[in-house]
């Protein structure tokens, strides 16, 4: 078992920033990929970045690209996700995901440990 804790949301202003945390424990974290999704009220959870064990490969959406910036530091077991240029439509609650392989995913599907999630708020 892997338990996974977010950190770091809140509300902050269009164009803002910021930092999530999510501080993995139980399991050895590194062999892990792992992920951020979303989901907004009314939505499907979406796909936002992952990265795999090594930090090798990364994926990250379209519609962050450019904005959002997935790491993660094994020493500490820990996954960040910073958010530069935050728009409304990033308001959603974001949720950090550990999955049983190396190697990356964009499906929520292949992901088998999950946070209890955190909110964003991005106010206009």
């Known amino acids: 078992q892997v338990q996974l804790v977010e950190s770091g949301g809140g509300l902050v202003q269009v164009g803002g920033s910021l930092r999530l945390s999510c501080a993995a424990s139980?399991?050895?974290?590194?062999?892990?990929?792992m992920g951020w999704f979303r989901q907004a009220p009314g939505k499907e959870r979406e796909f936002v970045a992952a990265?795999?064990?090594?930090?090798?490969?990364?994926e990250t959406a379209e519609s962050v690209k450019g904005r959002f910036t997935i790491s993660r530091d094994n020493a500490k077991a820990t996954l960040y996700l910073q958010m530069n240029s935050l728009k409304p439509e990033d308001t959603a609650i974001y949720y950090c995901?550990?999955?049983?392989?190396?190697?990356?995913?964009?499906?929520?599907?292949?992901?088998?440990?999950w946070g209890q999630g955190i909110q964003v708020t991005v106010s206009s």
């Open positions: 139980g399991r050895t974290f590194s062999p892990y990929a």
């Open positions: 990265i795999s064990a090594s930090s090798v490969h990364i």
């Open positions: 995901a550990a999955r049983s392989s190396s190697v990356v995913g964009t499906r929520p599907s292949l992901y088998d440990y």
